[in-house]
């Protein structure tokens, strides 16, 4: 439910198996080198480093991982005019499988900078605005599909659960003894929601809505689970008649 005219896309450009391993610090960092990249098509290590921030050392790190990967390659600086003393400075470029990664990956890599920027000038109150705006759209669709549903809420989550496939999430909902659940085995932005989890939690205020009732996120892609589960509580059990005791241990 996290898709948004186009806006967010797929995970980060890095992919490949070391890249998957390295820490998410690490992966954080390259995806910036990348985009750098993307935008300057070459640049020297002391370049990036003073774009980054980052020490000459730190920054060697991460390009030698890279290279490593295959995701950048090194040339001599070309120098027009009377060139200095010593060895030119090398410069690094995007190889072309890495930036055919980043033609998938491009969106979600500037939806993250965008949510960033709205962080730091307007707050976190500003991120919830921009989340809940962002579902709206979505929101509107599936109120319209769940039109004939009832007003049973696991009538409403199954209208929903196909709504949400018809969108392209995968979802599913089935009856547990405690109730139901929701299952969404598709996130088009678990990247930027593992950052931004307000992305999560707007889409689980509009569940609450379409389904009608009080619903409760169990597990989300976005934080490393393989699907996001939200549960649906059932109706209390009936009452039989009966007076029934509670006792509570101290």
């Not at 198996?17 to 998410?24: I, K, T």
């Not at 470029?93 to 939806?111: I, Q, V």
């Not at 007003?151 to 547990?176: H, K, Q």
Request: contains cysteine; aromatic residues 4%; charged residues 20%.
């Amino acid at each position: 439910m996290k898709k948004a005219a186009g806006f967010f896309g797929h995970p980060p450009a890095a992919d490949s198996a070391a890249g998957r391993s390295a820490p998410a610090a690490d992966r954080s960092t390259r995806d910036r080198v990348t985009q750098l990249l993307l935008a300057r098509r070459a640049a020297t290590a002391a370049q990036l480093g003073d774009a980054l921030g980052l020490s000459p050392a730190a920054i060697r790190r991460h390009l030698d991982a890279m290279l490593v990967d295959g995701d950048v390659i090194a040339r001599e600086q070309t120098v027009r005019g009377q060139r200095g003393r010593g060895r030119p400075a090398k410069v690094f470029l995007l190889t072309d499988a890495a930036r055919s990664r980043c033609g998938t990956h491009h969106y979600d890599n500037m939806a993250t900078a965008a949510l960033r920027w709205i962080a730091q000038t307007g707050g976190a109150r500003a991120v919830e605005e921009f989340a809940a705006e962002q579902v709206a759209a979505l929101e509107a669709r599936c109120r319209a599909a769940l039109a004939h549903a009832g007003d049973d809420p696991m009538a409403r989550a199954e209208a929903l659960a196909s709504a949400l496939t018809a969108e392209g999430y995968a979802a599913s909902a089935s009856t547990i003894a405690s109730g139901g659940q929701l299952c969404q085995h598709h996130c088009p932005v678990a990247h930027v929601a593992a950052e931004f989890p307000q992305l999560c939690e707007a889409e689980t205020t509009v569940i609450s809505r379409l389904v009608g009732t009080h619903v409760q996120r169990l597990a989300t892609i976005a934080h490393g689970d393989g699907v996001c589960t939200t549960h649906i509580p059932g109706p209390p059990p009936a009452q039989s008649g009966k007076t029934v005791t509670t006792v509570r241990d101290r």
